[in-house]
T-cell receptor, first 109, second 112 residues
Framework: SQQGEEDPQALSIQEGENATMNCSYK?????LQWYRQNSGRGLVHLIL?????REKHSGRLRVTLDTSKKSSSLLITASRAADTASYFC?????????FGAGTRLTVKP | SQTIHQWPATLVQPVGSPLSLECTVE??????LYWYRQAAGRGLQLLFY??????ISSEVPQNLSASRPQDRQFILSSKKLLLSDSGFYLC???????????FGDGTRLSIL
């Protein structure tokens, strides 16, 4: 069963704009991860944030975690057409990892 | 470096036929192994995971089964496929007791 829920389900932006995706979950977690999936391919791990961390950066990616609100956000800055993909959050608790349904991001050139 | 291989990439099978999907990992030992199914435009549903040879945990009761005959080999099987078994099947591995998971490129299974 799914734990995280991404919002929005789909997002369309112009190249150069920032993209923000949100993830909400219901139970306590050890960490939260974001993955990317190009159409018809496997998932690729982007970033992991632990429950005692509030913010993490990796290149153009910025992830925040608010455990009091049980939510996380993924910000992609200065988006590129190559960022077009589906983005999934996954929550890990007691070695049990659950994925959300994903946000489909389209970046128009 | 570690790599994961999953095959075939696509498969078309008739209803009632058997299934065998294979996944192998290279460059690591004693990994946790996972089989997921993804419906079109949806998230991942965990089907099976394994923490060691011969150790299989099932998340969803169905007509699929999994086996781990070797440390880095994970096989998804069915004796008789149903139409509802169509989907995108993904294999993944992780270091035992740690995350994240690393995915293969998936198998697109179509049941006719």
């Amino acid at each position: 069963s799914q734990q995280g829920e991404e919002d929005p389900q789909a997002l369309s932006i112009q190249e150069g704009e920032n993209a923000t995706m949100n993830c909400s979950y219901k139970t306590s977690i050890n960490n939260l991860q974001w993955y990317r999936q190009n159409s018809g391919r496997g998932l690729v791990h982007l970033i992991l944030i632990r429950s005692n961390e509030r913010e993490k950066h990796s290149g153009r990616l910025r992830v925040t975690l608010d455990t009091s609100k049980k939510s996380s956000s993924l910000l992609i800055t200065a988006s590129r057409a190559a960022d077009t993909a589906s983005y999934f959050c996954a929550t890990e608790s007691n070695n049990d990892m659950r994925f959300g349904a994903g946000t489909r991001l389209t970046v128009k050139p | 470096s570690q790599t994961i291989h999953q095959w075939p990439a696509t498969l078309v099978q008739p209803v009632g036929s058997p299934l065998s999907l294979e996944c192998t990992v290279e460059g690591t030992s004693n990994p946790n192994l996972y089989w997921y199914r993804q419906a079109a435009g949806r998230g991942l549903q965990l089907l099976f995971y394994s923490v060691g040879i011969g150790q299989i945990s099932s998340e969803v009761p169905q007509n699929l089964s999994a086996s781990r005959p070797q440390d880095r080999q994970f096989i998804l099987s069915s004796k008789k496929l149903l139409l509802s078994d169509s989907g995108f099947y993904l294999c993944a591995w992780s270091q035992a007791g740690a995350q994240p998971q690393h995915f293969g490129d998936g198998t697109r299974l179509s049941i006719l």
